[in-house]
């Protein structure tokens, strides 16, 4: 490469110590350079390098080690010189990737040497080699702090260096109050400032708490006033990894950092002397200031703000101006400089001239020669389309974005431009977009697939106007990049393809003729015999389309396909024959053919054997029932784009975000929302993951419920059904007779309750846990009291609207009982988990008896009350089998949680246990009286609940048999 | 910065600098994996690359890359210069730098990266300014070689 700088030249001469250079035949060793050589360091390495083979080396290794050993070990004392030279061998033998397990002390003692040559190669080995938790620790901190206290800069400055590069927490509890000292003091001399700035800054990356805030941090922000611009150089980057954490704290370093912009951008290339880099004025400095201010926000006071537009203009300005110099050190400075300014203004994001000027730069830099600067064009313009003063701006730039995607020789540069396509797509160019993306992936490189693949159906699901072109756009997609397709992308066209009627003939007719190729991917088929199990009554009416065919056409895959597919097939050809009689004996056939009926494979052969005994015995209202189409998919947020998040990081597709925010509702494609009252999901962040039930159910899931009982029989050995509501009441009875505990939990979250009652008032303290590492966004959960429950209890909440990784979030609810109730309150919880929506429905544990008071009597009164209360509807009773331990002392445990008052003594038969309260509500109160009867030999219980109001007897009664 | 790693066209490791906490083991397996990537690469190709959740920058000076690692908010083409910069340091206390004087030199190289860098941030970018500093260590050792020897 033509670089400013001589390439450094192997073998060249250096004419002024030729005699310590050896012939290049023997010895290859230069000269040793200036200061202080050790010949027996060169010596040896020159020897490894004349090694033939690695054994050798090793060989070569283990004898200076031997030898370095003896020294160490041996009696007579080494003097500091030894000491260094075989401290430094060790050293060159570590970083040849060799362990190294001793020297370490004879390091630590070099630091305390007080020759210059010495301590430093000490503090090398030191900032090499040891590890924080070596027992040394204490001895290297003690040297350090000689050092720092030495008031020689050099000395101080290899100490700071030493810190800097350990930057152990032993190192921080040690120095993290001295260094901002020796910092900001008067006295301190400019290279040990410079030092001190950037030590400290790796003690706050690595240990921030041990990092105090205090009277130094105003006098540090000061630093950016320094006459030394090295200082300055140093002190910014302090300043601005403390000012992300404490906003506030800086925030005067703002129109510092501006002032101290704005006279490097207006100073002459000169006027900065050594600052000047191949005549671009401070560009690191520069860069810096650049990086600190987007830390905040555009600066409110009027005149500092116009300064700073006013270098951001002379920076854009400069860009179009001849460069100063051919070298490429020049234009990568200057630049370098030019995005960070465009940064801060897409940071910004609120001045539409600069945002429309950065875009117009970076739209020149698309077509430059240097790779480099078409692939940061590429990249920043990547998020310039997601400003929607700069989207349509960008926009223009499309056939050269396309051209990069074709032409481009490095797989970095293809990958950025597609990102862009991405990121630029709107509906006025989605076609277009996918059109070409579909076409770059015949040749796209193998790393990149998967995620081309992820955005193209994202892309097609979210533009598309009609949804033949969406069918056909998935359809493509499998058939170029089959192998990428992941589940995600053929459950979501599934999904789509159900919930939009309009569609479904054309996806089955598609799917058909798709499935034609001699050799088709296996996610085809599955979407095939998905779609055609489900809508191939659709295309029945083309004689080239029959039942027959279309079955003889999924068969003919079959074989070849891997067991989850197989087992999708068989569900396809149950529904066959609900669609199509007349294929009802042939698929018989098949099913009992010996090959599926008794395949080794359980899962396949139990849908073989039910499949086949289900269309023998059931009538055909019955399967009709069973085998129902599919109803709509409740979930409203793609899947598919939830994983491209997960795969990219949060904020990585922001623009699509934007978008949502923009797009109107005809385009959405999901038409659950539009299809019925917003059902609320239990979504996972694999929602998909029963969408075909391959692992539980077999795919009659919600329709079974539907048909009862008559499918009990049946399927008695069937897995557990899907639920079909979305109300999520697992926990709910366990806490009838307890109020604290988990309610929920799953992957993400979870939720735990605490509550206390108090006549018919109530506290109840939801906990949400988040599981995760990851914040979740728009975190709402709301409590909703269905029907008319809101006239018998009240609820009030507020809740924060984040939940950070690993925290906790606390609700409280305040409860009053207005009157009798019997259905529960629901809380509903929403929010982003990775770009997913998350929606969860639970019924809240509040249940009638939390409002009870107890009642002490004697056994007198008790069936005194009792005989008060036989009208039939006061009195309401089951009888039921026991479900949990019978043990005496484990019911009382649960009666007395019930809140009733349990009473000894009373009832004749001392097995029995009777409990009398009274329900507390604003309306009224409502004496109850409890008597349960165990039977040990029979395992049941007979439970009788007696109470001035029927509703009351009933819903307790109902409660408590699940109880026990 | 992350980490600076310079390595020959052989793919030996000739100096790594790490300003972030790592084991030993996940050192040797990030150089491997990357000495692998960079060497891989086609001259004219773009000196930037994402590699995990970090950006790469790198570039080739006759038989040596210089490697770094920065973080998604960095600045690529100041990287980009900062290598050369210390290319430059390099080159001027050396006399014409060569790869070999890094290897017989290591710890000199090491000394010049520390004036110039600390903890990952550019600590001092004048020429002028960092071979001021080492040349002043140098007379240091002079000093004591004269007065010892």
């Keep these: ?964 | 910065m992350q980490f600076m790693l310079l390595f020959s066209r052989q793919g030996k490791l000739r100096l790594q600098k790490w300003y972030v906490p790592l084991s030993d083991k996940e050192k040797k397996k990030i150089t491997r994996e990357l000495v692998q990537t960079v060497l891989a690469r086609k001259p004219k190709m773009c000196s930037f690359l994402e590699w995990r959740d970090l950006k790469i920058v790198y570039k080739r000076y006759a038989s040596l890359y210089f490697c770094c690692a920065i973080e998604d908010q960095d600045n690529e083409l100041i990287t980009l210069e900062i290598i050369h910069r210390y290319v430059e340091l390099l080159d001027k206390y050396f006399g014409s730098v060569c790869e070999l004087d890094i290897i017989f030199n290591f710890e000199k190289a090491y000394f010049i990266l520390d004036e110039f860098l600390l903890g990952g941030e550019a600590q001092e970018t004048s020429k002028k300014n960092v071979l001021k500093a080492i040349e002043q260590a140098d007379l240091l050792q002079e000093v004591r070689h004269n007065y010892f020897l």
């Design chain 1, 1 to 964: 490469p033509s670089n400013a700088a001589p390439p450094p030249r192997p073998g060249r001469r250096r004419p002024q110590r030729p005699q310590r250079r050896p012939s290049r035949r023997s010895i290859k060793m230069p000269a040793v350079s200036k200061g202080d050589g050790m010949r027996g360091l060169a010596v040896f390495i020159s020897d490894i390098r004349n090694c033939k083979s690695k054994e050798a080396e090793i060989k070569r290794i283990n004898k200076e080690l031997a030898n370095i050993r003896s020294k160490f070990k041996g009696d007579k004392a080494l003097d500091g010189y030894s000491k260094k030279k075989y401290v430094c061998k060790l050293l060159f033998i570590f970083l040849l990737g060799h362990d190294i397990d001793f020297g370490h002390m004879e390091a630590v003692n070099l630091l305390s040497s007080n020759k210059y040559t010495e301590k430093q190669i000490g503090y090398l080995f030191i900032s090499v080699l040891v590890n924080s938790n070596s027992e040394l620790i204490r001895l290297i901190n003690n040297a350090i702090k000689n050092d720092l206290a030495s008031r020689n800069p050099t000395f101080m400055c290899l100490a700071l260096h030493c810190i800097a590069n350990v930057g152990s927490r032993e190192m921080a509890e040690a120095f993290a109050g001295e260094i901002p000292r020796i910092l900001v003091a008067g006295d301190t001399m400019d290279s040990v400032k410079q030092s001190a700035a950037l030590c400290l800054l790796r003690l706050y990356k690595t240990s921030p708490d041990l990092v105090l805030m205090g009277e130094w941090t105003s006098r540090v922000v000061h630093l950016l006033n320094d006459q030394h611009m090295g200082v300055v150089t140093a002190a910014i980057s302090l300043i601005t990894c403390l000012s992300q954490k404490n906003p506030d704290e800086f925030k005067t370093c703002v129109s510092l950092a501006v002032s101290r912009l704005s006279r490097i951008v207006s100073s002459a290339s000169t006027d900065l002397q050594d600052y000047t880099y191949y005549f671009v004025p401070a560009p690191w400095l520069s860069c810096k200031l650049l990086r600190l201010l987007q830390c905040y926000p555009p600066p409110e006071d009027g005149a500092v703000k116009g300064r700073l537009v006013e270098c951001l203009e002379t920076i854009l300005n400069k860009a179009q101006e001849p460069p100063k110099s051919k070298k490429v050190q020049h234009s990568n400075a200057k630049n370098a400089i030019l995005f960070e300014a465009i940064s801060l203004i897409i940071h910004y994001d609120s001045e539409p001239n600069l945002l429309v000027r950065a875009c117009n730069q970076l739209g020149q830099f698309l077509q430059h020669r240097e790779t480099n600067l078409r692939y940061l064009a590429l990249e920043s313009m990547c998020t310039l389309a997601s400003s929607e003063f700069s989207h349509e701006a960008v926009k223009t730039h499309i056939e050269t974005v396309i051209n990069a995607l074709k032409t481009e020789r490095d797989v970095s540069v293809r990958q950025r431009a597609a990102d862009l396509l991405y990121a630029m797509c709107d509906r006025s160019n989605a076609k277009q977009i996918v059109a070409e993306m579909l076409s770059y992936l015949e040749t796209a490189d193998y790393s990149i697939r998967e995620e081309m693949v992820l955005k193209v159906a994202i892309l097609a699901e979210k533009y598309a106007v009609d949804y033949s072109w969406y069918v056909d756009t998935i359809l493509n997609l499998i058939r170029i990049a089959g192998d990428y397709v992941s589940e995600e992308v053929w459950y979501r066209v599934i999904q789509i393809v159900i919930n939009r009627d309009d569609v479904q003939g054309y996806a089955a007719k598609t799917v058909f003729e798709a499935l034609q190729a001699p050799a088709c991917h296996e996610n085809m088929v599955k979407v095939g015999g998905y779609i055609l199990g489900e809508f191939g009554n659709l295309i029945a009416g083309d004689p080239r389309s029959s039942p027959l065919v279309q079955f003889n056409l999924l068969h003919s895959k079959f074989h070849l396909c891997s067991v989850p597919t197989r087992a999708l097939l068989l569900s396809a050809y149950i529904k066959f024959i609900n669609l199509f009689p007349e294929t009802k004996a042939t698929i018989q056939e098949v099913l009992r053919c010996d090959s599926q009926i008794r395949n080794s494979d359980v899962e396949l052969q139990q849908r073989a054997v039910e499949y086949l005994k289900l269309s023998s015995i059931a009538s055909t209202d019955v399967l009709a029932t069973v085998l129902e189409e599919m109803p709509p998919f409740p979930e409203r947020e793609s899947s598919i784009l939830a994983k491209l998040k997960k795969k990219k990081g949060p904020g990585a597709v922001s623009v699509s975000d934007l978008d949502e925010g923009k797009r109107d509702g005809g385009g959405e494609l999901n038409g659950a929302g539009e299809r019925g009252p917003e059902s609320s999901v239990v979504s996972t962040p694999s929602p998909s993951a029963d969408l075909l039930g391959l692992r539980s159910a077999p795919p009659v899931g919600s329709a079974a419920q539907g048909a009862g009982s008559l499918l009990v029989d049946v399927f008695s050995e069937a897995g557990p059904l899907a639920p079909a509501s979305g109300v999520n009441d697992d926990g709910f009875l366990r806490f009838v007779c307890k109020n604290n505990g988990v309610l929920f939990e799953n992957q993400l979250l979870q939720i735990g309750i605490k509550s206390e009652y108090r006549q018919n008032l109530g506290r109840m303290y939801l906990f949400y846990g988040n599981k995760t590492s990851v914040q979740f966004v728009n975190f709402t959960s709301t409590v909703s009291c269905p029907g008319d429950l809101q006239s018998h209890i009240l609820c009030t909440p507020p809740v924060d609207p984040l939940v950070e990784g690993g925290a906790q979030l606390q609700q409280v609810l305040n409860i009053e009982c207005l009157s009798d109730f019997s259905d529960a309150p629901l809380l509903n919880i929403r929010f982003r988990y990775g770009g997913a929506l998350q929606n969860l429905t639970l019924k809240l544990p509040l249940t009638i008896n939390k409002f009870f008071q107890p009642t002490e009597m004697g056994s007198q009164d008790f069936f005194q009350r009792w005989k008060q209360l036989s009208l039939p509807q006061q009195e309401a009773q089951k009888i039921f089998k026991a479900n949990h331990s019978m043990d005496k002392e484990v019911l009382k445990a649960k009666l007395l949680g019930l809140g009733m008052a349990l009473l000894e003594n009373v009832d004749p038969n001392p097995e029995n246990f009777v409990c009398a309260g009274v329900v507390q509500t604003k309306a009224q109160q409502v004496g109850c009286l409890l008597r349960l009867e165990p039977n040990i030999q029979a395992q049941m219980y007979r439970l009788t609940l007696r109470s001035s109001k029927d509703t009351v007897s009933k819903r307790l009664c109902d409660l408590l048999a699940e109880q026990f």
